[in-house]
């Protein structure tokens, strides 16, 4: 196993790559498309297997360090955009004719262990409390706006049938009071002798 490993290395590190710039990416094994953690335990895995002290091969401390880099990059979300848009300008051909740009993980088939991310779920299992507690606040303001313009629909419309009602009575207590004036007078006061 360690001399397969060497040999690995001494390909890995021979002097025809070296003049060609380093991919974190491959120096992880990983593809670009690698969520934070699989870049994470892919570089756990990688430390614990070329670490100087477990590791005594003279090719072991450089690929420590490759890795340490790469992490030291793709770890942090700002350093590793920066470093994919560099690696997006380096891909692209430098040519004068309109061409559809040439990339490498375009054929490539992803097996990492990650899957979709369900966002929804994310957002419910942190914030369901709260947005449930928020929903609750905002019926219950809904409904009070709601009992408030009952009641100011209901004070407009008072005065209008307290004017109703007053008219109404006034009817009343003038029908109450009325005299017979289609009668005439010489008739009325005969008729008001009779009932006495």
């Known amino acids: 196993m360690l001399h397969s490993t060497k040999s690995q290395l001494a390909r890995l590190y021979s002097t025809k790559q070296h003049t060609r ?6 120096t992880l094994n990983i593809t670009p498309y690698a969520t934070q953690s699989e870049v994470k335990s892919a570089y756990y895995k990688l430390t614990l297997q070329y ?3 477990k590791n005594k091969s003279k090719y072991a401390k450089q ?5 340490s880099e790469a992490y030291e990059v793709l770890s942090n979300h700002d350093q590793r955009k920066i ?8 891909q692209q051909p430098v040519s004068t004719t309109t061409q559809e740009p040439i990339s490498d993980d375009k054929h490539k088939v992803y097996s990492g262990s990650s899957r979709i991310y369900n966002f929804d779920a994310w957002t419910h299992a942190h914030y369901g409390k ?3 507690a928020a929903r609750i606040r905002r019926q219950a303001y809904e409904n009070m706006k709601a009992m408030e ?15 109703a ?7 009343f207590v003038a029908m109450s009071f009325r005299e017979k004036f289609d009668v005439p007078v010489s008739q009325r006061h005969k008729t008001e002798s009779k009932d006495k």
């Open 83 to 90: 470093y994919d848009r560099e690696i997006m300008i380096r």
């Open 165 to 171: 009602l007053f008219l109404v009575t006034l009817v």
């Open 130 to 132: 709260q947005m449930y």
């Open 63 to 67: 690929k420590f360090q490759d890795v």
């Open 149 to 163: 313009e009952l009641d100011t629909r209901s004070k407009k419309s008072l005065p209008y049938i307290e004017f």
């Open 51 to 53: 670490h100087p002290d």
């Open 21 to 26: 710039s380093k991919n974190h990416y491959d």
